[in-house]
């Protein structure tokens, strides 16, 4: 299956997007050893690009390479715990920087992420209501001051992704999703510090169990 190339998106970027929703869909399973040669015959691309579209996958952690081997990364019950800790205590800190920054402005811009993912709902695609939800959460990360806290909670709900992409398959865990991403807005909106830690705090709990179906 050759990558249909998207003019003047590098060829590389073009296949880190398509080998990272084959990793967030399953269809490249966790622990599952990445041979470069195999995805270059597959996706007809040349070895500089593919090269760097895996160690932009691996930067982000959901590759890693052990001597000679790379393979999906694989996260157990007890990393999973530890990285919703870590996530919680990061977005709780987040909204709570940003409730004044936003201009007010900007607050269509949000609701129609909002509003797309509605629709990618109605429309049952997994991947599109993974996106959607991405970004919203990336559209409320941009306004904080703090780039290394960003980093950080970048890095960890990359290493997230995986569990993140299960529960959207469930069509009641998106519905869900979509009126706590609904509650957290309303607060943000209203400029309510606390009611929007509570909310993102909420919201986190409910995503953590979700996931522990899965594991």
């Known amino acids: 299956m050759k990558l249909a190339l998207t003019f003047p998106e590098p060829l590389y970027q073009q296949a880190y997007k398509e080998l990272k929703r084959l990793i967030v869909t399953g269809k490249l399973q966790p622990g599952e050893k990445v041979i470069m040669s195999k995805l270059a015959e597959q996706y ?34 007890h990393d999973f715990l530890d990285l919703y800790q870590t996530r919680i205590v990061l977005e709780k800190e987040v909204i709570k920087s940003i409730v004044g920054l936003i201009p007010e402005e900007d607050f269509p811009k949000i609701e129609s992420i909002l509003l797309e993912s509605e629709k990618a709902i109605q429309e049952e695609d997994p991947y599109k209501i993974l996106e959607a939800n991405t970004q919203f959460h990336e559209c409320l990360m941009n306004y904080c001051p703090n780039v290394r ?10 290493l997230l992704l995986i569990y ?10 998106n519905m869900d999703i979509y009126h706590e991403h609904r509650s957290i807005f309303e607060a943000v909106k209203t400029r309510d510090v606390e009611k929007s830690i509570q909310c993102i705090e909420t919201h ?12």
């Open 44 to 77: 007809e691309i040349s070895r500089t690009p593919l090269r760097e579209a895996l160690r932009q996958l691996q930067s982000e952690g959901l590759i890693i390479q052990d001597h000679t081997t790379m393979k999906i990364v694989e996260i157990n019950k």
């Open 149 to 158: 806290m960003i980093q950080l909670l970048n890095y960890v709900r990359s």
């Open 164 to 173: 993140r992409a299960n529960i959207n398959k469930k069509a009641k865990n």
């Open 204 to 215: 986190m709990l409910n995503d953590q169990k979700r996931g522990l179906e899965d594991l």
